[in-house]
Structures are given as structure tokens and as C-alpha cells.
């Protein structure tokens, strides 16, 4: 059986799926994947993910642009799953470390337009997070460095993405709020599939909110009449109790009368009952003469008392 996949999960593999054409987008695609790897003082580079397809897709970047084979191994932590890529690189190593030093580390002389994208879309690959849109909108980069947070800003305001800041307790993370900027975000970096599947949940989930607010309304009306027809049967049973019935008119007596034989009914049904038929206000402005009568005939009970 297939475990299911997450959004953030979807949205990874996705943008692991476009591999860049030119040497250089290439280049800053592995860069970015390679954003939170371990760095060793002998220049030994240990990155983990949580996909298969993403470690394959760095070991092959690895190999094109640097010549480094290494071939992804399944690590288990607790319930978790990751895949470990490591290899050694003294190149790779001073170009990682000096990542903090230089904004635009991971473009070439020969860079292209393409480079911030494709650097982007191995950030989020190496540490990005997308909440279920049926939860929240929340997408974040997580950042184990603090000196990469400048690199990373940097390159999301050349794209005209402008992030917040919130420290983490594994880092710090640059964050997005709200379906608009997270699907713009996630349209310039090419995620089509998870735009679109944003935007369907999006849909779902108003007309799910449309629907709870339609039946609580309903419920919230069926309460309040409730409540009425019960004020009213109260008033009724105390002035039957204290004989004051046959003391009211004979329209508002034939309408307690019904009121008390038929509890069930709407005011608009209890006036259909009625010869002449009664309006629903009609019948509201009885019951209404019916309850303050009660309540005057209490008030002067007590006063005696």
C-alpha cells in the first residue's frame, strides 16, 4: 500500500520534476538543494530528504555539474523516513560555505534569468513545508543557518516574493500567509499542479464554510423558535392553571387553545388553522397579547403576596 503523500510532499516532487536545461540553472537548482546539507572540516557534505525522487535528482545534479557520484540511503529516525545523500566535494564545500558571504552565490558567470527559480525550487525541495489547505495556508523555508536567511530573502524579492521572518527551534523560517502569495510563489516556480490544487481545495473549503454557516443559521432559528413556543405554552398553562382562560377575548382564546393542541406547528401553520386564516404576523401579535397578559397577571399576584 502506498503512503499517502502530503501537500508539501506533492508540491516537492513537482518541482523536483523540472529539471533545468541550461548547465547553469542546473548548477544553482543543486545549490539550493544543497542549502542545508552538513559540511564537514574535511569537505565531507551529507544532505537528507524526504523523497527518494529528490535524492536521485541531487545525486544526478551531483554527477552533472560536478562529477560526484553518490547514490541516495534510506535513514530512519523514529517514525520518519529520509534519504541521505553523502559525498565529498572540496569545491562543493567552499562554495556552500561561502553561501552566507554572497547573496547571489549560487549563479555563474555564464547565469541566466532561470538561476533564482531553479536555485528556489531545490530550496523548497531541501527545506520547504506547504500546510493542507483545508487546515490553513502556511508555506515556509526552513533554514538551519541564520546566515542563509539573507541569500534566501534576497532571492525571493528578485521574484517579487517578499517573506516574513520567525525564529524556529531548528532554525529560522521564512514564511508566506494566505492563498494569494503562496500561489503566486508557488506559480513562479513552475508548481502548476499544486496551484491548481490549492485553489480546488480553496474552493471546497468555502463552500464547505458556505454550507456550516447555512445549517447554523437553521439551527440557530429552529432554537429560537423553540424557545418562543415554549414562552408561549408557559403563559398559557399558567393562565389555565389560575383560571384567567375565559377571561381573555375569544380571538386570543381560540388561539391559545390551538396553540396548546398543536405545539408542533410554526405560528404560520397554527394561523392556517384559524377561521379566517391568520397571518404569520397576525399570529405573532397574538401570542405576544397572550404572553403579557400572563406576565401582568404574575407581576400583580406577586405584588399581593
Not at 532561470?114 to 536555485?119: K, R
Not at 432554537?223 to 393562565?239: D, P
Request: proline share 4%; aromatic share 6%; net charge positive.
Amino acid at each position: 500500500m502506498h503512503e499517502k503523500i502530503s501537500v508539501a510532499g506533492a508540491c516537492r516532487l513537482e518541482l523536483t520534476e523540472q529539471m533545468p536545461k541550461s548547465a547553469c540553472c542546473r548548477r544553482a537548482m543543486l545549490l539550493g538543494m544543497l542549502i542545508s546539507a552538513r559540511i564537514s572540516p574535511d569537505a565531507e557534505i551529507t544532505a537528507f530528504y524526504k523523497e527518494i525522487e529528490a535524492a536521485e535528482t541531487a545525486a544526478k545534479l551531483l554527477r552533472q555539474c560536478f562529477s560526484v557520484k553518490s547514490e541516495p540511503q534510506p535513514l530512519r529516525r523514529g517514525a520518519h523516513r529520509f534519504w541521505q545523500l553523502q559525498f565529498s566535494s572540496r569545491r562543493l564545500a567552499e562554495q556552500l560555505v561561502q553561501a552566507g558571504e554572497k547573496l547571489d552565490f549560487y549563479t555563474a558567470d555564464s547565469a541566466c534569468h532561470g538561476c533564482t527559480i531553479a536555485f528556489l525550487r531545490g530550496v523548497f525541495v531541501a527545506c520547504g513545508t506547504l500546510t493542507s489547505p483545508e487546515k490553513t495556508y502556511h508555506l515556509e523555508f526552513l533554514l538551519s543557518d541564520s546566515a542563509l536567511v539573507p541569500v534566501v530573502s534576497a532571492a525571493l524579492e528578485t521574484i517579487g516574493a517578499q517573506p516574513k521572518t520567525a525564529q524556529r527551534p531548528r532554525g529560522v523560517g521564512l514564511y508566506f500567509k494566505g492563498s494569494g502569495p503562496i500561489e503566486e510563489l508557488l506559480a513562479s516556480l513552475g508548481a502548476t499542479k499544486t496551484v491548481f490544487s490549492l485553489i480546488n481545495a480553496k474552493i471546497l473549503r468555502e463552500i464547505r464554510n458556505h454550507e456550516n454557516r447555512v445549517a447554523n443559521c437553521d439551527a440557530g432559528n429552529i432554537q429560537k423558535s423553540v424557545s418562543a413556543t415554549q414562552r408561549q405554552l408557559e403563559a398559557i398553562e399558567f393562565l389555565r392553571a389560575n383560571g384567567r382562560m375565559d377571561r381573555l377575548d375569544d380571538e386570543l382564546r381560540r388561539t391559545a387553545e390551538l396553540r396548546a393542541e398543536n405545539p408542533e406547528l410554526s405560528l404560520g401553520e397554527l394561523g392556517l388553522k384559524l377561521s379566517p386564516h391568520i397571518s404569520k404576523p397576525g399570529m405573532y401579535h397574538r401570542m405576544n397579547k397572550i404572553i403579557q397578559i400572563a406576565e401582568a397577571f404574575a407581576a400583580e399576584v406577586q405584588r399581593k403576596e
